[in-house]
C-alpha cells in the first residue's frame, strides 16, 4: 500500500512541475474552492444495494494546483449505517488528490471544460460513533470519479456526480493486517455543489499565458529599445522640422509686410522718373496704413504738375481661379484711384485704372499682387 501512495505522489509531482511550463503568475491564495457533497452509502457486498442505502453529507475544501492536479480536504458523516443509537454514527475525514483526466489527455485551453472528468484517490481517518465509550478508529482509503460540470459564464460553479469507493483498511482485523476487502468496503453516490472563489487575475479558475524563454525575452527587450531610439530620432526630427515651418511662417510674415522698394516714373522725352507700386496683402483689394505713403507721393507729384496722367494697372498672384484674379486685379487698380481722388483731389479724367489679371513682372509670385502707378508728362512729347 505505501509503494502505492508512493507511486501516486511521485506522479502528482511529475504533472504539477510539467504545468509550470502551461501556467504561471498564480499565488497560494488562488484557485480555492468550498463545496458541499449530498447522497447516499451502501455496503459494497453481501447487502441490497437500495434497501441498505444511508444518507450522507459533507463539506470539501479544494485548491487546484495545476490544470491537471488538484488537492481536496473533505469530511463527511453518515446516518445510521450501524446498530449504534447515535444520529451520526461515522465520519470519514479524507485528504484526497485529484486527476483532471480531460486536461491530462487534451490541452488546457485556459478556460475549464463544460464537462469534465477527475480521477480521486486518498486516505482518510474513519471513525465509530458508539452509546457510550467503545468508538472506533481505523484509517481508510478512496478511490472514485468526478463527473464535472462547469456551470457559468465564469465558470465560478460546478455541479458534479461522485460515485467512489470507501474502503476501511482495518475494520475487525488487527493494525499489521490492513488490506484491501471488499466485506469492509462501501459504495458511496454523492451529489456536489462547489464555488470557485476569484483569483489575483480576476478569473475563478487557472489561467494560460504564453512563457518565453531568456533569449527570447532578450530579442524583444533588444527590439524595443530600437524602437525607442527610433521613435526618439522621429520625434527630434519632427522637432526639427516644426522649427523650420515656425521660420518659413515668420519669414512669410516679413515678406508680407515688408515694403517692396517703389519707383514712380514719369515717362517724358528726357526725364525719366520711377514708378510707384502699391502692395497688396493676399486675397486683399483694401490698401493698408503702410502702402498709403506711395499713393501720397503720387498724388504729391500730381498736384505739383498739373499736366500730368497717371495710368493705375492692378495685378493678382497666379493663387485662385482666372475670373476671381481678374476681379481683384481691377479692385486694386480701383481702390488707388478712389484714395486719388477722394482724399487728395486729383480729378477723376487724369486717372485710367485697369485690371491685368496675373502679373509675372517679378520672379517671387506673392510679390506681383501690386498695383502699379505710372505717371505721364501730356506736354512733352513721349516717342
Known amino acids: 500500500m505505501k509503494k502505492i501512495v508512493f507511486s501516486f505522489a511521485l506522479v502528482m509531482g511529475a504533472f504539477a512541475l510539467n504545468a509550470q511550463n502551461v501556467i504561471q503568475g498564480t499565488k497560494f491564495g488562488d484557485n480555492w474552492a468550498l463545496g458541499l457533497n ?30 491537471i492536479v488538484g488537492a481536496t480536504l473533505q469530511g463527511m458523516t453518515y446516518v445510521n449505517t450501524s446498530f449504534s443509537k447515535t444520529a451520526f454514527d461515522a465520519s470519514e475525514v479524507s485528504a484526497l488528490g485529484r ?10 485551453n485556459g ?45 465560478a460553479w460546478t455541479l458534479a456526480l461522485k460515485p467512489a469507493l470507501i474502503y476501511d483498511m482495518q475494520g475487525d482485523m488487527p493494525q499489521s493486517a490492513s488490506r484491501f476487502n471488499a466485506n469492509n468496503a462501501v459504495f458511496e453516490l454523492t451529489a456536489g455543489l462547489t464555488y470557485h472563489f476569484v483569483c489575483s487575475t480576476g478569473e475563478h479558475h487557472l489561467t494560460k499565458v504564453q512563457t518565453y524563454n531568456q533569449a527570447e525575452i532578450d530579442n524583444l527587450n ?9 521613435l526618439s530620432n522621429k520625434n ?60 501720397e507721393r503720387v498724388a504729391s507729384y500730381m498736384n505739383k504738375h498739373p499736366e500730368t496722367t497717371v495710368t493705375i494697372k492692378g495685378y493678382a498672384s497666379p493663387e485662385g481661379s482666372v475670373e476671381v484674379n481678374e476681379r481683384i486685379a481691377k479692385q486694386r487698380a480701383e481702390a488707388v484711384q478712389k484714395i486719388l481722388t477722394t482724399k487728395y483731389r486729383i480729378d477723376a479724367k487724369r486717372i485710367t485704372a485697369e ?20 505717371i505721364t508728362d501730356k506736354t512733352d512729347n513721349v516717342e
Not at 533588444?222 to 527610433?230: F, K, P, W
Not at 516644426?242 to 517692396?260: H, P, V, Y
Not at 514708378?275 to 490698401?287: A, D, L, S, Y
Request: with cysteine; aromatic share 8%; glycine share 8%.
Open 38 to 67: 449530498v447522497g447516499a452509502v451502501t455496503p459494497l457486498t453481501h447487502s441490497a444495494f437500495f434497501k441498505n442505502a444511508r444518507p450522507a453529507f459533507g463539506l470539501h475544501l479544494d485548491k487546484q494546483l495545476t490544470p
Open 99 to 108: 486527476i483532471n483526466l480531460m486536461n491530462l489527455f487534451s490541452a488546457y
Open 111 to 155: 478556460t475549464p471544460r463544460l464537462f469534465e472528468i477527475e480521477a480521486v484517490a486518498g486516505i482518510g481517518w474513519l471513525h465509530g460513533y458508539v452509546n457510550g465509550t467503545g468508538d472506533s478508529n481505523s484509517w481508510s482509503t478512496r478511490m472514485g470519479l468526478n463527473l464535472n460540470f462547469n456551470l457559468g459564464e465564469q465558470k
Open 222 to 230: 533588444a527590439s524595443i529599445n530600437s524602437l525607442r531610439g527610433e
Open 236 to 295: 527630434n526630427q519632427i522637432g526639427r522640422d516644426a522649427q523650420a515651418i515656425d521660420d518659413l511662417k515668420r519669414a512669410l510674415e516679413e515678406c508680407n509686410n515688408r515694403e517692396i522698394p517703389v519707383e514712380t516714373v514719369v515717362e517724358t522725352n528726357s526725364v525719366r522718373i520711377p514708378e510707384t507700386i502699391v502692395t497688396f496683402k493676399q486675397g486683399r483689394v483694401t490698401i493698408d496704413a503702410s502702402q498709403l505713403p506711395n499713393v
Open 355 to 374: 485690371g491685368q489679371g496675373v502679373g509675372d513682372m517679378f520672379s517671387e509670385p506673392d510679390w506681383n499682387r501690386v498695383s502699379i502707378c505710372t
